[in-house]
């Protein structure tokens, strides 16, 4: 706790002193003046600027969400305050906000959730391509209100103009392509916009294709994954197992050590790290005076690997316990020939993941000029989702390893009643409804069908100095494996928040929220009966889960999670100052957490889901201010830093929390050119959960430049350069479960040239 307290204490004068975000600081100066345009947030309940919601909100858009666009939406956000980049390896990477990762945040596409597997396991990269977005919106703590029982941690809205609300009042065209020397990708992105009388269409696409990813050193650290085995070893010990056990514990390992010889440890790149996506938007709409209504459809594929690793040695143990197992020795044999007749005796190599995704959105909305009703907006989307898992094995051959599909469809409608005095309010309904599946030799999860039904709404009331804002949501959660061991939950989620004007451009912010999360399908099913409602009796019947190499056990006893957060902030967004600060504490009674058990089967360790009451608590603060303002260039500091302490209230830490992080940044602007400068220091995490190992810090140094040229009346070309991890240091993210045997991308250099009309 000492070491907690010095690190918040930190964090916070730093935080206090100055801070930093690409939404709070000030965007280029001349060609870059779209961006100092004030951001209207669509996420929060009434649609104001940043200044004006009760909600700590951050904003990626224009110039700043291209400088920061990274392959997944973890890697994106990674830099914005309060929030951490768990990746699975350079194709995967999920946001972490405030310590909250998984079912915790809500990842949502023009406000409408994603449907895809990525909640179930951290090797699923999620289904959204963030390099066509035209601003991301991530709302930092609960937010279940708007957004339903899911959102504990936060929401992330990734907004494009699939479906136009607005008719364009000229067409428009862009095409982009960047060349990144870490990993050799190329991407290629190209957007048309326009309309033909009271029809606004959208179109765009891309395609991403990249080798493996360099790195400085060694992609496996070997004396770390050799550490964590003797901390499973003495684990084994104080949970009471035999010493006759423990040696053949010792024999086993050393056998695993004689098997995981095969694995390369490759230097200098990440093996199987290359990766290929494509895909593509059409929409329209038809715009009226009152309204609008729109249609769009998108494919989006995705091919990555796993890095060679825990993934493969994973598959490798489970074929090796299937060819030592003899309790039918002649159905053994037969099944072993049937292998080499087709080609599947081998070793696995290494494993890919396939994704493939089809979406189809409808939206509209109506403004009303009198009545009790201003306005009504509905959306909804239906989506096609199917992931393989490929397994690769030595003498070239493939096979689908694994199926996961996620096939349904997700709506809400929203209506805004006109002004009561000084009150306003939005008032909604949201719908869920889902089919789960996954087919193959890691099916750990029966097929399910998943459905939600939420109310919600949010009142403000508006009044000098003073805005306020009480909400409730009521949400209905049922999971049905296709047994008898279905699983309903009714949740209640209500807040109240206070913004007090003190003047000079500055608000103070007062929040309480009570919020309430149904357990999901892997929670509650892994390795489960839906019969019996029960761990399977013969440990036979167990399926390892090879992203986390854990035999993983549900509990369809869960309850609900409760979260009771508080939160208090101080936000100046006008003038040569501004920023944020905000601090929380956030008690979650029931936090469901995967725990080890301390049995083992086949060399396997069991992990089940369990629950326990659980505290969050964190500073995040940024700032920024002008340094110098001349005729033609203007500089730009800012400083930034967060922190997350995050315990369990019977003792020990909770898993995988991310590491304080403290930064700065300078910006130089003139006519038509910028340069930043961004150095974040990272520290490290010796706050580690009982079966988890500490994680180095790292200084991270990156840049961004660009030109922009005018090319004829209403045509420009824009060169950028961004380089990363500038230092070349070896970072291992403590948020990843691959971070032994994966590091973060080593220094790359990217080049780009974009062309709007």
């Not at 991301?136 to 959102?151: C, K, N, Q």
């Not at 993934?311 to 099944?335: N, R, Y």
């Not at 360790?605 to 995040?620: K, N, P």
Request: proline share 2%.
């Amino acid at each position: 706790m000492n070491n907690s307290r010095k690190k918040l204490s930190t964090a916070i004068s730093l935080a206090l002193a100055v801070g930093y975000n690409g939404g709070a600081l000030a965007q280029d100066e001349a060609d870059h003046i779209e961006d100092q345009i004030v951001e209207i947030v669509v996420t929060a309940a009434f649609q104001e600027s940043e200044a004006e919601t009760a909600l700590p909100v951050g904003v990626l858009s224009g110039e700043a969400l291209r400088e920061r666009i990274g392959n997944s939406l973890g890697e994106t956000l990674k830099n914005e305050i309060g929030v951490a980049n768990a990746s699975f390896g350079p194709g995967v990477g999920h946001p972490v906000i405030r310590g909250q990762s998984g079912n915790r945040v809500k990842v949502l596409q023009n406000g409408v959730g994603v449907t895809d597997a990525s909640s179930v396991s951290a090797d699923h990269a999620i289904a959204v391509n963030t390099s066509t977005a035209e601003r991301l919106e991530v709302i930092r703590g609960p937010s279940s209100l708007l957004y339903g029982s899911g959102a504990i941690g936060g929401v992330v809205n990734v907004i494009d103009n699939r479906i136009p609300e607005n008719l364009p009042e000229e067409p428009s065209f862009v095409v982009q392509q960047t060349h990144n020397t870490v990993n050799s990708q190329d991407d290629t992105l190209i957007r048309i916009d326009g309309a033909a009388g009271n029809v606004a269409f959208h179109l765009d696409a891309f395609r991403r294709r990249n080798d493996n990813v360099e790195i400085s050193g060694y992609a496996i650290d070997e004396a770390a994954v050799e550490a964590l085995e003797e901390l499973i070893h003495e684990h084994l010990e104080e949970e009471g197992h035999h010493e006759d056990d423990l040696d053949d514990h010792d024999d086993d390992h050393h056998d695993e050590d004689e098997h995981e010889e095969e694995v390369e440890n490759t230097h200098g790149f990440i093996g199987n790290s290359d990766g290929e996506s494509s895909g593509g938007n059409f929409g329209f709409s038809f715009v009226g005076d009152s309204g609008f209504i729109g249609f769009s459809v998108s494919e989006l594929e995705d091919n990555y690997g796993i890095p060679l690793g825990v993934h493969v040695h994973a598959h490798g143990e489970e074929e090796h316990a299937e060819e030592e197992h003899d309790e039918d020795e002649e159905h053994h044999e037969e099944e072993h020939h049937e292998e080499d007749d087709h080609g599947h005796g081998e070793e696995v190599e290494f494993v890919r993941s396939d994704m493939k995704k089809t979406r189809y959105d409808v939206k509209g909305g109506l403004r009303f000029s009198e009545g009790w009703i201003q306005s009504i907006q509905a959306t909804a989307g239906f989506s096609d989702y199917l992931l393989n898992e490929i397994e690769v094995f030595e003498d070239g051959d493939s096979v689908s390893g694994t199926s996961f599909s996620n096939e349904g469809s997700e709506g809400r409608v929203t209506l805004t009643h006109v002004p009561v005095g000084n009150w306003t309010g939005v008032w909604g309904l949201q719908f869920t409804d889902t089919v789960f599946s996954a087919s193959g030799e890691e099916a750990f999860i029966p097929e399910s069908d998943v459905n939600a039904l939420g109310i919600f709404g949010v009142e403000r009331y508006n009044a000098g100095n003073w805005t306020g804002e009480i909400g409730i949501r009521l949400e209905d959660n049922g999971v049905d494996p296709s047994g008898r061991c279905e699983h309903g939950s009714n949740t209640t989620s209500v807040s109240g928040s206070v913004l007090y004007d003190v003047g000079n451009e500055a608000n103070l912010l007062f929040a309480a929220t009570r919020s309430q999360r149904a357990p999901q399908v892997e929670e509650l099913y892994s390795n489960v009966s839906s019969d019996t409602c029960a761990r399977f009796a013969d440990d036979e019947d167990l399926v390892l889960h090879a992203s986390s190499s854990l035999l993983e056990i549900g509990n369809p006893l869960l309850e609900e999670e409760t979260s009771s957060n508080l939160e208090f902030g101080f936000r100046r967004y006008g003038g040569n100052f501004t920023g944020e600060f905000s601090a929380y504490h956030n008690q979650i009674d029931d936090y469901i957490f995967l725990d080890l058990t301390g049995e083992e089967f086949e060399e396997q360790q069991l992990a089940a889901y369990q629950a326990r009451d659980a505290r969050f608590t964190g500073i995040e603060g940024e700032v920024s201010f002008d340094v110098m303002e001349g005729e033609n260039s203007s500089l730009a500091l800012g400083v930034f830093g967060d922190l997350v302490n995050a315990e369990f209230d019977s003792g020990g830490y909770v898993p995988r929390i991310p590491a304080s992080k403290i930064g700065a940044e300078l910006r130089w602007f003139g006519d038509n050119w910028s340069v930043h400068l961004h150095a974040t220091r990272v520290n490290g995490q010796e706050d580690v959960a009982e079966l988890e190992l500490p994680t180095d810090g790292y200084t991270l140094l990156s840049f961004y430049a660009d030109y922009h040229i005018d090319v004829g009346e209403d045509n420009s070309l824009d060169v950028f350069l961004r380089g990363e991890n500038l230092l070349d240091e070896e970072i291992r993210n403590h948020v990843s479960f691959l971070k032994n045997y994966a590091p973060e991308p080593g220094r790359g250099v990217m080049v780009g040239v974009r062309f709007e009309y």
